[in-house]
């Protein structure tokens, strides 16, 4: 276990929309440091979003991260021998950061496209409430409900 709690760092907000959002995505779909390229690919793929929802791309963008960030998830605890999954409000940070993986993990599952033109589908899908990563949420929501009843056992 750490001594101390690590330290947040600030993220500066990219330079097009101005926004940490779109610096966390982009960081998010950086692979090997190369971040000219993951920039092109989000802002792209923004592009994409705002066109096919007649939308401004920030509006769509954050209404998507909305509809795919979870309330609550499931910790495991052990108590008497047992290990029980008991549901936990997740912190806003977190959320955020759980809804940019699992919005980047859909996108990247697809295959047969651009990353870009996948990273798109997938925040249309997440703005309309359907797709992988708001399925995975429901799927959180679905065991956090389910182990509702060793709701007191947290700590």
Do not use: C
């Not at 806003?92 to 993986?101: C, G, I």
């Not at 599952?109 to 651009?114: L, N, Y």
């Not at 389910?146 to 709701?151: D, H, I, R, S, V």
């Amino acid at each position: 276990m750490r001594r101390r709690r690590a330290v947040k760092r600030e993220v500066a907000p990219d330079p097009i929309y101005n926004d940490v959002l779109v610096t966390k995505l982009i960081n998010r779909v950086m692979k090997d440091g190369k971040k000219s390229k993951a920039e092109k690919i989000v802002y792209k793929a923004l592009e994409m979003l705002s066109e096919k929802t007649k939308q401004p791309p920030m509006e769509a963008f954050k209404k998507a991260i909305n509809n795919v960030k979870p309330l609550l998830e499931v910790r495991p605890r052990r108590v008497g021998g047992a290990t029980y999954q008991i549901p936990f409000e997740v912190p806003e940070d977190r959320a955020l950061s759980l809804a940019l993986r699992w919005i980047v993990a859909a996108a990247r599952a697809k295959s047969g496209r651009p990353t870009s033109e996948r990273l798109a589908l997938e925040l249309i899908d997440a703005y309309n409430g359907t797709g992988v990563a708001v399925k995975k949420r429901e799927d959180v929501h679905r065991m956090a409900e389910a182990g509702k009843a060793y709701a007191h056992f947290r700590w």
